[in-house]
């Protein structure tokens, strides 16, 4: 039951970011060249909704859709880790023209080169594997 939530979950959000244009491309160049603010407010409206929802879940002690408690990490006080880790998911973006969740989103409107994206996306993510004792986490 599960993976029929998730899927369809996973679904919604690739019509959602398909539609939004927030997987294209052109959007993505445009973000990063400073000359539209499309991805911006994409962005924004993410990032406000995400923080109303974190807060919402703390205040409330909502559980997930199971049944199960939702627990949140202490903070890092460690810039270094965010500067370092965004720097490359920021490059890899601009490079690759697609965060994780849009790559999928492109395979299924087939743009099917993003295979060796996320090929290569998991790659990195192995990479990470085996150095992450040796990061600043």
Sequence with gaps: MRTIIYLFI???FGITMYKSEAASWFRIYEM??????????II???L????LTVQSIKRFKIKSFFGEDISFCP???????YLIGGTIFGLGWALAGACPGPMFTLIGAGF???FVVILFALI???IYGLL???LPH
Aim: charge should be positive; avoid cysteine; hydrophobic fraction near 40%.
């Design 124 to 126: 990195g993510t192995y």
């Design 75 to 81: 903070k890092n006080k460690s810039i270094a880790r």
């Design 112 to 114: 099917l080169p993003m």
């Design 48 to 51: 406000i909704l995400g923080i």
């Design 132 to 134: 992450r004792n040796k």
């Design 44 to 46: 924004g409206s993410a």
């Design 10 to 12: 996973g679904i919604l």
């Design 32 to 41: 990063f060249n400073l000359d539209a603010f499309h991805m911006y407010g």
